[in-house]
């Protein structure tokens, strides 16, 4: 996994969900592909999906539980999950984690 992306474009309007517990920043890259890039503080918050996504965890450790199962999963800096759109998933940050979002 590379530490940039290069040609790239960077919304300087924050995305911040959960009152400030997630906070990202949207990066387009030159091809078309969106992208988030951002944090969430220790907390266990729901999100929900439109489209496809894939979290690339960049640094902490977190537990996810995926929409219609009972198990959570346990992620840690140079992992990733998927998600299917239109779906939703709780995650529970353990620390601090950094995070890419790759949509679709």
């Known amino acids: 996994m590379s530490d940039?992306?290069?040609?790239a474009t960077v919304l300087k309007q924050a995305n911040v969900y959960f009152d400030g517990?997630?906070?990202?920043?949207?990066?387009?890259?030159?091809d078309g592909t969106r992208k988030s890039l951002g944090?969430?503080?220790?907390?266990?918050?729901?999100?929900?999906t439109g489209a496809p996504e894939r979290m690339e965890i960049l640094a902490g450790r977190?537990?996810?539980?995926?929409?219609g199962s009972s198990d959570w999963l346990e992620y840690g800096a140079g992992q990733a999950?998927?998600?299917?759109?239109?779906?939703?998933f709780d995650i529970q940050t353990?620390?601090?984690i950094d995070y890419v979002c790759h949509f679709g």
């Not at 940039?4 to 040609?7: F, G, I, K, L, P």
């Not at 999950?81 to 939703?88: E, K, Q, R, T, Y």
């Open 39 to 48: 944090v969430i503080f220790p907390s266990t918050l729901t999100f929900s």
């Open 4 to 7: 940039r992306y290069q040609n």
């Open 94 to 96: 353990l620390e601090r």
């Open 81 to 88: 999950f998927d998600v299917p759109g239109d779906s939703s």
């Open 62 to 67: 977190c537990r996810v539980r995926p929409a």
């Open 21 to 30: 517990q997630c906070v990202s920043h949207t990066v387009l890259l030159a």
